[in-house]
């Protein structure tokens, strides 16, 4: 089987059978095969031989009208596009090949590839974003246009589109060959709906692992049209109520393209939501420094960064991380220093995900200055005495705690920080790839969507944060009693 295998067509397979409850033991009898082979290309462990694919195709597309489930026939005309029986059989065939070029590459996908299907009133929301995430192909080069109205979309689809599984994001390592360009109506976006905004920052994590781009655009609205080039394109019309009046899809290279280049035309660069820099370019800049200096502070911090070591721990680090580079390392020291500084001495609102300090206390993991590195037992016990200490005894810091996060959806992502103040605002993402985890916000309005986000979490988030110190206080002596434990097994 090609290397290029992403079990398009066992998915697609065990799809059309249990849809219509047709057992895999009756393909079997119909093919004339072992019901082991059937098992093989429902796994994706194997494929058929492509001599015999257009056969396979053929009779379990007949097998399916003939023997299919009435319920599940109608789900399939649903899905398909197709009007009656023979249009579906016709559909269920051109999909089957469709799905083997998809998985090996060895027969001629546009041959056998319907021109295009609509539906109306789909009967599935979801339909067209399924496949989308199903068949896009990650194992190479890709091209990806998307013109979407985001924020009117229900959270499955939301979530569908952002890339986000239960277990977290789906692209896991950095992938520059993935150009991905998305066009969305920002003013869709409202401050006040805290999940939405959290979505959408992990939708930035998830993405910025690729060559990505935003933009705003008000034709994203009412619309969801995506294209991944030579591969695959649709279109979703959305009603006044946002649900789906209707769909399109085609796998015509041609036509595919074509979209692609729609949306494409679309982009403008002055409405670039955000630029991707590093924290070494922010120091050299000073616009680090100036993210200190700057009135209204507000952070929200879901990990751990260099602003809250303490001076004998950032003394460790910043030999261990910048090395000869005497230049940087000087940068780094000032910035510290003004950072303690302006923890002692001006009004700052900080708001702390309780995970932020659990993660921290079972993986060591500090983001300093955009390097990763991992304290001892010993040394996190150290860091999280200081910060008990430095939350107690600064009196112009106004603290806050996230407790346990705000929806399930996100529970195994770690939360990344939000730098905000009068000046520069920017993200600093978990992503794992801390050479692009730096966004800063470019766009007025999105600047204005993420203060009154911090807003709405300070003021009206009472069911998860805790505003009580000494709460806050008592969480962290708890987490420096596990940290004194890691140190007597270490």
Not at 83 to 88: G, I, Q
Request: glycine fraction near 6%; charge should be negative.
């Amino acid at each position: 089987m090609s290397e290029k295998n992403n079990n398009s067509f066992g998915a697609l397979l065990e799809q059309l059978l249990v849809t219509a409850n047709i057992k895999n033991y009756a393909l079997a009898g119909e093919l004339n095969y072992d019901v082991s082979y059937i098992s093989k290309w429902l796994s994706g462990k194997s494929v058929p031989s492509k001599k015999n694919i257009e056969s396979i195709a053929r009779r379990t597309a007949d097998l399916i009208l003939a023997a299919g489930s009435e319920e599940g026939q109608e789900k399939l005309r649903y899905r398909f596009g197709a009007e009656n029986h023979e249009e579906l059989g016709e559909k269920l065939y051109a999909g089957l090949l469709d799905a083997y070029a998809q998985a090996t590459g060895k027969i001629n996908q546009d041959k056998y590839a319907s021109n295009a299907s609509v539906m109306v009133h789909p009967d599935s929301q979801y339909a067209l974003l399924q496949d989308y995430v199903r068949q896009a192909d990650l194992s190479g080069t890709m091209n990806i246009a998307v013109l979407a109205d985001f924020f009117s979309l229900d959270k499955t689809a939301k979530l569908l589109l952002a890339g986000i599984e239960k277990d977290g994001f789906r692209i896991r390592r950095m992938r520059d060959d993935i150009h991905i360009h998305f066009i969305i109506d920002i003013t869709q976006l409202r401050g006040e709906s805290v999940y939405d905004v959290i979505l959408f920052i992990h939708m930035l994590t998830n993405y910025s692992l690729t060559d990505f781009s935003l933009l705003h655009s008000h034709f994203a609205s009412g619309k969801l049209v995506f294209s991944v080039m030579d591969q695959y394109a649709g279109m979703n019309i959305l009603t006044d109520n946002c649900q789906f009046l209707c769909m399109a899809s085609t796998r015509s290279k041609k036509e595919v393209n074509g979209i692609f280049s729609e949306i494409m035309s679309l982009e403008n660069p002055d409405r670039t939501m955000f630029s991707v820099t590093s924290i070494e370019r922010m120091l050299q800049s000073h616009e680090y420094i100036q993210t200190l200096v700057s009135p209204n502070i507000r952070w929200l911090i879901g990990h751990i960064t260099e602003h809250f070591l303490s001076p004998e721990i950032f003394t460790e680090l910043s030999g261990q991380v910048f090395g000869e580079d005497r230049q940087l390392a000087a940068e780094a020291e000032r910035a510290f220093l003004l950072a303690q500084n302006v923890l002692y001495k001006k009004e700052i609102s900080m708001i702390v995900y309780d995970t932020a300090l659990t993660d921290f206390i079972l993986s060591g993991e500090v983001d300093f200055f955009n390097q990763k590195v991992t304290l001892t037992p010993k040394q996190r016990k150290s860091q999280l005495e200081f910060l008990r200490d430095s939350f107690r005894g600064k009196k112009n810091l106004q603290i806050k705690m996230i407790e346990e996060g705000f929806s399930a959806d996100f529970r195994y992502i770690t939360n990344p920080c939000v730098f905000l103040s009068d000046s520069i605002d920017y993200l600093r993402l978990e992503n794992g790839a801390y050479e692009k985890n730096i966004l800063l916000l470019s766009d007025k309005t999105l600047r204005g969507i993420f203060s009154r986000f911090f807003e709405e979490i300070w003021n009206n988030s009472h069911e998860v944060v805790i505003s009580d110190l000494s709460v806050i206080l008592k969480k962290v002596d708890n987490l420096i009693d596990a940290a004194g434990l890691l140190v007597n097994i270490d």
